[in-house]
Protein backbone atom coordinates (compact mmCIF):
# COMPACT_ATOMS: atom_id res chain seq x y z
CA UNK A 1 0.00 0.00 0.00
CA UNK A 2 0.95 3.44 -1.11
CA UNK A 3 1.18 6.07 2.12
CA UNK A 4 -1.22 9.61 1.18
CA UNK A 5 -0.83 12.21 3.48
CA UNK A 6 -4.35 14.28 2.75
CA UNK A 7 -3.88 18.13 3.59
CA UNK A 8 -7.21 19.65 5.64
CA UNK A 9 -9.93 17.84 6.96
CA UNK A 10 -12.83 19.79 5.26
CA UNK A 11 -15.83 18.84 2.86
CA UNK A 12 -13.51 17.65 -0.25
CA UNK A 13 -10.16 16.84 1.91
CA UNK A 14 -12.81 13.71 3.80
CA UNK A 15 -14.00 12.83 0.58
CA UNK A 16 -10.86 12.44 -0.96
CA UNK A 17 -9.71 10.30 2.01
CA UNK A 18 -12.82 8.41 2.23
CA UNK A 19 -12.31 7.63 -1.95
CA UNK A 20 -8.53 6.82 -1.86
CA UNK A 21 -9.11 4.01 1.84
CA UNK A 22 -11.79 2.65 0.17
CA UNK A 23 -9.87 0.85 -2.84
CA UNK A 24 -7.44 -0.64 -0.46
CA UNK A 25 -4.54 0.66 -2.65
CA UNK A 26 -3.77 3.25 -0.21
CA UNK A 27 -3.08 4.16 3.51
CA UNK A 28 -4.54 7.38 4.27
CA UNK A 29 -3.61 10.29 6.81
CA UNK A 30 -5.28 13.58 6.75
CA UNK A 31 -4.06 16.25 8.66
CA UNK A 32 -5.59 19.23 9.80
CA UNK A 33 -5.01 21.47 12.22
CA UNK A 34 -8.10 21.51 14.33
CA UNK A 35 -8.65 18.10 15.92
CA UNK A 36 -12.80 19.00 16.02
CA UNK A 37 -12.79 18.62 12.34
CA UNK A 38 -10.86 15.34 12.26
CA UNK A 39 -13.45 13.55 14.28
CA UNK A 40 -15.86 12.78 11.67
CA UNK A 41 -13.09 10.96 9.38
CA UNK A 42 -13.64 7.48 7.46
CA UNK A 43 -12.65 4.89 10.22
CA UNK A 44 -9.88 3.72 7.66
CA UNK A 45 -8.04 6.83 7.79
CA UNK A 46 -5.47 8.32 9.99
CA UNK A 47 -6.10 11.63 11.60
CA UNK A 48 -3.25 13.85 12.52
CA UNK A 49 -3.76 17.31 14.21
CA UNK A 50 -0.86 19.43 13.32
CA UNK A 51 0.56 22.79 12.46
CA UNK A 52 -0.52 22.82 8.82
CA UNK A 53 1.33 26.30 8.35
CA UNK A 54 4.54 25.76 10.22
CA UNK A 55 6.52 23.57 7.30
CA UNK A 56 8.95 22.60 10.59
CA UNK A 57 6.21 20.47 11.76
CA UNK A 58 4.34 19.54 8.28
CA UNK A 59 7.87 18.54 6.99
CA UNK A 60 8.34 15.33 9.01
CA UNK A 61 4.75 14.49 9.09
CA UNK A 62 4.97 13.84 5.45
CA UNK A 63 8.50 12.16 4.98
CA UNK A 64 7.73 9.00 3.62
CA UNK A 65 4.62 9.34 2.18
CA UNK A 66 4.35 8.85 -1.64
CA UNK A 67 2.03 11.28 -2.32
CA UNK A 68 0.50 14.49 -0.79
CA UNK A 69 -2.70 15.92 -1.83
CA UNK A 70 -3.41 19.38 -0.78
CA UNK A 71 -7.15 20.08 0.09
CA UNK A 72 -6.52 23.08 2.48
CA UNK A 73 -7.46 26.61 1.69
CA UNK A 74 -5.74 28.16 -0.98
CA UNK A 75 -3.30 30.34 1.04
CA UNK A 76 -1.69 27.64 2.63
CA UNK A 77 -1.01 26.31 -1.34
CA UNK A 78 3.11 27.60 -0.74
CA UNK A 79 3.58 26.18 2.41
CA UNK A 80 2.23 22.47 2.19
CA UNK A 81 3.51 22.46 -1.54
CA UNK A 82 6.92 23.54 0.19
CA UNK A 83 6.63 21.23 2.89
CA UNK A 84 5.87 18.12 0.11
CA UNK A 85 8.99 19.28 -1.65
CA UNK A 86 11.27 18.91 1.42
CA UNK A 87 9.64 15.48 2.51
CA UNK A 88 10.28 14.18 -1.19
CA UNK A 89 6.25 13.33 -1.95
CA UNK A 90 4.91 13.88 -5.12
CA UNK A 91 2.55 17.07 -4.75
CA UNK A 92 -1.31 17.54 -5.26
CA UNK A 93 -3.37 20.69 -4.87
CA UNK A 94 -6.77 21.79 -5.68
CA UNK A 95 -5.93 25.34 -5.84
CA UNK A 96 -7.78 27.70 -8.02
CA UNK A 97 -5.41 30.33 -7.09
CA UNK A 98 -3.33 31.89 -9.64
CA UNK A 99 -0.75 33.28 -8.11
CA UNK A 100 0.06 30.32 -5.90
CA UNK A 101 -0.02 28.17 -8.57
CA UNK A 102 2.95 29.75 -9.87
CA UNK A 103 4.90 29.73 -7.11
CA UNK A 104 4.41 25.48 -7.25
CA UNK A 105 5.49 25.88 -10.74
CA UNK A 106 8.20 27.43 -9.93
CA UNK A 107 8.88 24.73 -7.13
CA UNK A 108 8.34 22.16 -9.47
CA UNK A 109 11.14 23.19 -11.73
CA UNK A 110 14.12 21.32 -9.87
CA UNK A 111 11.71 18.61 -8.08
CA UNK A 112 12.68 14.85 -8.35
CA UNK A 113 8.88 14.18 -7.55
CA UNK A 114 5.59 15.17 -9.25
CA UNK A 115 3.63 18.44 -9.15
CA UNK A 116 0.09 18.45 -10.06
CA UNK A 117 -1.45 21.21 -8.95
CA UNK A 118 -5.46 22.28 -9.84
CA UNK A 119 -6.58 18.66 -10.01
CA UNK A 120 -9.97 19.43 -8.88
CA UNK A 121 -12.78 19.86 -11.22
CA UNK A 122 -12.12 23.84 -12.08
CA UNK A 123 -9.25 23.85 -13.10
CA UNK A 124 -8.76 20.04 -13.18
CA UNK A 125 -11.39 18.21 -15.24
CA UNK A 126 -12.44 21.15 -17.17
CA UNK A 127 -8.94 21.86 -18.80
CA UNK A 128 -8.31 18.20 -19.66
CA UNK A 129 -12.23 18.32 -21.38
CA UNK A 130 -11.16 21.00 -23.42
CA UNK A 131 -7.77 20.40 -24.37
CA UNK A 132 -9.18 16.91 -25.45
CA UNK A 133 -11.73 18.72 -27.63
CA UNK A 134 -9.47 21.29 -28.91
CA UNK A 135 -7.47 18.51 -30.18
CA UNK A 136 -10.33 17.78 -32.93
CA UNK A 137 -9.61 20.93 -34.63
CA UNK A 138 -7.13 22.06 -37.22
CA UNK A 139 -7.41 26.07 -36.38
CA UNK A 140 -8.70 27.21 -33.30
CA UNK A 141 -10.85 30.40 -32.86
CA UNK A 142 -12.90 30.65 -29.63
CA UNK A 143 -12.62 27.93 -26.38
CA UNK A 144 -15.46 28.74 -23.59
CA UNK A 145 -14.97 27.05 -20.40
CA UNK A 146 -18.32 27.02 -18.31
CA UNK A 147 -18.44 25.00 -14.76
CA UNK A 148 -21.45 25.73 -12.15
CA UNK A 149 -21.91 23.72 -8.58
CA UNK A 150 -25.60 24.62 -8.11
CA UNK A 151 -28.31 24.37 -5.56
CA UNK A 152 -30.89 21.91 -7.19
CA UNK A 153 -33.32 23.73 -5.39
CA UNK A 154 -32.79 27.41 -4.67
CA UNK A 155 -34.32 29.65 -2.16
CA UNK A 156 -32.93 32.96 -1.61
CA UNK A 157 -31.98 36.09 -3.36
CA UNK A 158 -28.05 35.02 -4.55
CA UNK A 159 -29.90 31.55 -5.78
CA UNK A 160 -26.82 29.75 -3.98
CA UNK A 161 -26.20 27.74 -1.05
CA UNK A 162 -22.20 27.17 0.35
CA UNK A 163 -21.53 23.69 -1.59
CA UNK A 164 -17.26 23.96 -0.96
CA UNK A 165 -14.95 26.39 0.54
CA UNK A 166 -16.21 29.56 1.29
CA UNK A 167 -12.65 31.38 1.07
CA UNK A 168 -12.26 29.49 -2.30
CA UNK A 169 -15.48 31.40 -3.77
CA UNK A 170 -14.32 34.95 -2.38
CA UNK A 171 -11.24 34.08 -3.83
CA UNK A 172 -12.64 33.61 -7.80
CA UNK A 173 -14.48 36.48 -7.08
CA UNK A 174 -11.97 39.12 -6.49
CA UNK A 175 -9.47 38.18 -7.96
CA UNK A 176 -8.52 39.01 -11.55
CA UNK A 177 -9.16 36.41 -14.48
CA UNK A 178 -6.61 35.28 -17.14
CA UNK A 179 -8.21 35.40 -20.35
CA UNK A 180 -7.13 35.23 -24.38
CA UNK A 181 -8.64 38.37 -25.95
CA UNK A 182 -8.25 38.70 -29.49
CA UNK A 183 -4.99 36.46 -29.45
CA UNK A 184 -3.78 38.70 -26.59
CA UNK A 185 -3.23 37.47 -22.74
CA UNK A 186 -5.32 39.56 -20.72
CA UNK A 187 -6.56 39.91 -16.83
CA UNK A 188 -9.88 40.57 -17.32
CA UNK A 189 -12.12 41.55 -13.71
CA UNK A 190 -13.99 38.50 -12.14
CA UNK A 191 -17.57 39.32 -11.96
CA UNK A 192 -18.00 41.03 -15.37
CA UNK A 193 -19.24 39.88 -18.83
CA UNK A 194 -21.99 38.27 -17.56
CA UNK A 195 -24.11 35.82 -20.59
CA UNK A 196 -27.22 34.07 -19.91
CA UNK A 197 -27.58 30.85 -21.89
CA UNK A 198 -30.29 28.17 -21.64
CA UNK A 199 -29.72 24.39 -20.96
CA UNK A 200 -32.37 21.71 -20.61
CA UNK A 201 -34.93 24.49 -19.94
CA UNK A 202 -33.40 26.30 -17.04
CA UNK A 203 -31.58 29.51 -17.33
CA UNK A 204 -28.01 30.57 -16.32
CA UNK A 205 -26.00 33.69 -16.21
CA UNK A 206 -21.94 33.01 -16.23
CA UNK A 207 -19.63 35.59 -15.66
CA UNK A 208 -15.38 35.99 -15.05
CA UNK A 209 -14.03 34.29 -12.31
CA UNK A 210 -10.32 33.31 -11.47
CA UNK A 211 -8.20 30.27 -11.82
CA UNK A 212 -10.37 28.25 -13.57
CA UNK A 213 -8.53 27.73 -16.87
CA UNK A 214 -5.47 26.48 -14.91
CA UNK A 215 -2.47 27.07 -17.30
CA UNK A 216 -4.79 26.69 -20.78
CA UNK A 217 -3.49 30.81 -21.16
CA UNK A 218 -0.36 29.72 -21.43
CA UNK A 219 -0.55 26.80 -23.83
CA UNK A 220 -2.82 28.13 -26.17
CA UNK A 221 -0.98 31.29 -26.28
CA UNK A 222 -0.57 32.14 -30.20
CA UNK A 223 -2.84 28.77 -30.86
CA UNK A 224 -6.56 30.12 -30.36
CA UNK A 225 -8.38 34.11 -30.51
CA UNK A 226 -10.51 33.69 -27.49
CA UNK A 227 -10.13 31.44 -24.51
CA UNK A 228 -12.04 32.13 -21.37
CA UNK A 229 -13.80 30.82 -18.30
CA UNK A 230 -16.68 31.62 -16.39
CA UNK A 231 -18.98 29.98 -13.71
CA UNK A 232 -22.68 29.40 -13.74
CA UNK A 233 -24.74 30.57 -11.35
CA UNK A 234 -28.96 31.33 -11.72
CA UNK A 235 -29.80 34.83 -13.16
CA UNK A 236 -28.55 37.69 -10.60
CA UNK A 237 -26.43 36.51 -8.53
CA UNK A 238 -23.32 38.37 -9.87
CA UNK A 239 -25.63 41.66 -9.46
CA UNK A 240 -25.69 40.94 -5.89
CA UNK A 241 -22.42 39.27 -5.38
CA UNK A 242 -20.93 42.80 -6.95
CA UNK A 243 -23.03 44.81 -4.53
CA UNK A 244 -21.50 43.18 -1.35
CA UNK A 245 -17.81 43.17 -2.80
CA UNK A 246 -18.17 46.78 -4.67
CA UNK A 247 -20.43 48.77 -3.31
CA UNK A 248 -20.23 48.06 0.16
CA UNK A 249 -16.45 47.46 -0.20
CA UNK A 250 -16.58 43.77 1.20
CA UNK A 251 -13.46 42.73 -1.14
CA UNK A 252 -11.25 44.28 1.00
CA UNK A 253 -12.76 42.80 4.17
CA UNK A 254 -12.97 39.10 3.47
CA UNK A 255 -13.23 38.01 6.90
CA UNK A 256 -16.59 39.87 7.28
CA UNK A 257 -17.71 38.61 4.15
CA UNK A 258 -17.07 34.99 4.93
CA UNK A 259 -18.60 35.44 8.08
CA UNK A 260 -22.17 36.48 6.72
CA UNK A 261 -21.92 33.87 4.40
CA UNK A 262 -21.39 31.38 6.44
CA UNK A 263 -24.21 32.55 8.89
CA UNK A 264 -26.65 33.23 6.36
CA UNK A 265 -26.39 31.11 3.33
CA UNK A 266 -27.23 27.27 3.87
CA UNK A 267 -25.25 24.24 3.27
CA UNK A 268 -26.85 21.97 0.54
CA UNK A 269 -26.23 18.18 -0.52
CA UNK A 270 -28.54 18.69 -2.89
CA UNK A 271 -26.35 19.89 -5.68
CA UNK A 272 -25.29 19.57 -9.23
CA UNK A 273 -22.52 20.37 -10.83
CA UNK A 274 -22.86 21.46 -14.71
CA UNK A 275 -20.10 21.26 -17.03
CA UNK A 276 -19.95 23.11 -20.00
CA UNK A 277 -17.37 23.09 -23.20
CA UNK A 278 -17.61 25.03 -26.71
CA UNK A 279 -14.59 24.75 -28.93
CA UNK A 280 -15.01 25.94 -32.75
CA UNK A 281 -12.20 26.61 -35.84
CA UNK A 282 -11.65 25.06 -38.84
CA UNK A 283 -11.52 21.73 -39.68
CA UNK A 284 -10.29 20.40 -43.33
CA UNK A 285 -11.33 23.91 -43.95
CA UNK A 286 -15.09 23.72 -42.73
CA UNK A 287 -16.05 26.47 -39.33
CA UNK A 288 -17.32 23.48 -36.96
CA UNK A 289 -18.00 23.77 -33.27
CA UNK A 290 -18.18 20.92 -30.52
CA UNK A 291 -19.68 20.86 -27.33
CA UNK A 292 -19.31 18.94 -24.40
CA UNK A 293 -22.24 19.35 -21.74
CA UNK A 294 -22.42 16.83 -18.56
CA UNK A 295 -24.17 17.40 -15.21
CA UNK A 296 -23.46 15.57 -12.22
CA UNK A 297 -25.80 15.21 -8.69
CA UNK A 298 -25.42 14.48 -5.63
CA UNK A 299 -25.27 10.96 -5.13
CA UNK A 300 -24.70 8.55 -2.29
CA UNK A 301 -20.38 7.20 -1.86
CA UNK A 302 -19.83 4.28 0.44
CA UNK A 303 -23.51 4.66 1.95
CA UNK A 304 -22.92 8.37 2.57
CA UNK A 305 -24.34 10.69 0.69
CA UNK A 306 -21.96 13.04 -0.83
CA UNK A 307 -22.65 16.40 -3.05
CA UNK A 308 -22.21 16.51 -6.51
CA UNK A 309 -18.85 19.01 -5.93
CA UNK A 310 -17.40 16.98 -3.48
CA UNK A 311 -17.44 14.13 -6.16
CA UNK A 312 -16.33 16.05 -8.86
CA UNK A 313 -13.71 17.27 -7.24
CA UNK A 314 -12.15 14.60 -5.29
CA UNK A 315 -12.98 12.18 -7.88
CA UNK A 316 -10.63 14.13 -9.82
CA UNK A 317 -7.77 14.46 -7.96
CA UNK A 318 -8.52 10.52 -6.80
CA UNK A 319 -8.17 10.17 -10.79
CA UNK A 320 -4.67 12.10 -11.64
CA UNK A 321 -3.22 10.30 -8.18
CA UNK A 322 -4.44 6.83 -9.43
CA UNK A 323 -2.87 7.43 -13.02
CA UNK A 324 0.64 8.65 -11.06
CA UNK A 325 0.66 5.71 -8.69
CA UNK A 326 0.25 3.56 -12.08
CA UNK A 327 2.81 4.98 -13.92
CA UNK A 328 0.73 6.34 -16.73
CA UNK A 329 2.34 9.98 -15.39
CA UNK A 330 5.87 11.39 -15.53
CA UNK A 331 7.48 11.08 -12.41
CA UNK A 332 8.94 14.53 -11.81
CA UNK A 333 8.95 18.20 -12.67
CA UNK A 334 6.09 19.98 -13.29
CA UNK A 335 2.69 18.06 -14.98
CA UNK A 336 -0.51 20.32 -16.62
CA UNK A 337 -3.79 19.08 -16.46
CA UNK A 338 -3.40 18.70 -20.39
CA UNK A 339 -0.76 16.12 -19.69
CA UNK A 340 -3.25 14.21 -18.57
CA UNK A 341 -5.51 11.91 -21.24
CA UNK A 342 -9.27 12.56 -20.70
CA UNK A 343 -9.72 8.84 -21.60
CA UNK A 344 -7.49 8.00 -18.74
CA UNK A 345 -9.12 10.05 -16.65
CA UNK A 346 -12.76 8.74 -17.63
CA UNK A 347 -11.67 4.88 -17.60
CA UNK A 348 -10.64 5.74 -13.75
CA UNK A 349 -12.38 4.12 -11.50
CA UNK A 350 -12.35 7.63 -9.40
CA UNK A 351 -12.86 9.51 -12.45
CA UNK A 352 -16.09 7.81 -13.18
CA UNK A 353 -18.45 10.00 -11.56
CA UNK A 354 -17.66 12.15 -15.00
CA UNK A 355 -18.06 8.97 -17.17
CA UNK A 356 -21.42 8.05 -19.53
CA UNK A 357 -23.39 11.30 -19.51
CA UNK A 358 -25.77 11.10 -22.46
CA UNK A 359 -25.15 14.68 -23.52
CA UNK A 360 -21.33 14.24 -23.67
CA UNK A 361 -19.92 14.41 -27.79
CA UNK A 362 -19.47 11.13 -29.11
CA UNK A 363 -15.62 10.87 -29.14
CA UNK A 364 -15.81 12.01 -25.03
CA UNK A 365 -18.09 9.20 -24.98
CA UNK A 366 -15.85 6.94 -26.69
CA UNK A 367 -12.96 8.03 -24.43
CA UNK A 368 -15.20 6.51 -21.62
CA UNK A 369 -15.40 3.49 -23.44
Not at 101 to 119: G, H, M, N, Y
Not at 300 to 311: D, L, P, Y
Request: glycine share 8%.
Amino acid sequence: MLDVAVIGAGKIGSTIAALLASCGDYSVRVIDRSAEALEGLDPRVLGLALAVDDPDVLTPALTGCFAVVNAAPYHLTTVVATAAKAAGAHYLDLTEDVAASRIVRELAKDAETAFIPQCGLAPGFITIAAWDLAQHFDELHDVRLRVGALPRYPSNALNYNLTWSTDGVINEYCEPCEAIVGGQLREVPALEECEEFALDGVTYEAFNTSGGLGTLCQTLAGKVRNLNYRTIRYPGHAAIMKALLNDLGLRNRRALLKDILENAVPATLQDVVIVFVTVSGLKAGRLMQETYVNKIYAQAVGGEMKSAIQITTAGAACAVLDLLAGGKLADHGFIRQEDIPLADILGNRFGRFYAGDEQSTPALRAAAE
